[in-house]
């Protein structure tokens, strides 16, 4: 939802910032799109290694971290390097969904595959239709910076939502998780971490 609600009020604040043409805003997005394409391996061979769980918890919280500089870039260059960072931070956040499901139906549900792939579609093609039609709301009644606000606030409560699930796990879920491959001293530091403590 996020990345595609970025797609119609990008342009349009370059455009308004810093004049660039349609053109140049179509070139803006190689910031973005070609540090995902390798982010996305790399995210994909960690999601193999460890628990993906824990790399998308780190994703939703950089995310929420970088989003707001978006509206920040003084120049173009600026913009760029700034854009290469979403580019890089997007993909942690957006690639383990897809290891941790197929997992997890793997493990428990072998039979339902096609069926729960076929609701992750639906799901992502849902954000697709409404984070355009919500970040273009936004931005037009509250401008820009709101609507960066407000996709790094859902993202860290994201964030957050994870990490309280992972903290009660109980002892059947860490052993399913387990079963599923996933490293224990990773799943079970992030359990134990008293979030009071910090």
Known sequence: MINAGLEPILPTWLTTTFGTSVATNGLMYLAISIPALLASVLVGMLCDRYSARVIQIAGLVV???????????PSIPVAIVILIVFGCVFPVAATPPLPEMGAYVHAEYPAAAGSVY?????????????????????????????????????????????????????????????????????????KEWDVDAV
């Not at 995310?63 to 870039?73: G, I, K, R, S």
Request: net charge negative.
């Open 63 to 73: 995310l929420a971290m970088v989003l707001p500089l978006l509206a920040l870039p």
């Open 118 to 190: 076929s609701m992750f579609n639906l799901s992502y093609a849902l954000a697709i239709f409404v984070g355009p039609v919500f970040a273009g709301f936004v931005y037009e009644e509250a401008g820009y910076w709101t609507c960066l606000g407000t996709f790094a606030g859902v993202s860290a409560v994201m964030g957050g939502v994870y990490l309280w699930y992972h903290r009660i796990a109980t002892e059947e879920e860490a052993a399913r998780d387990a079963a599923m491959g996933y490293p224990a001293l990773l799943d079970d530091d992030l």
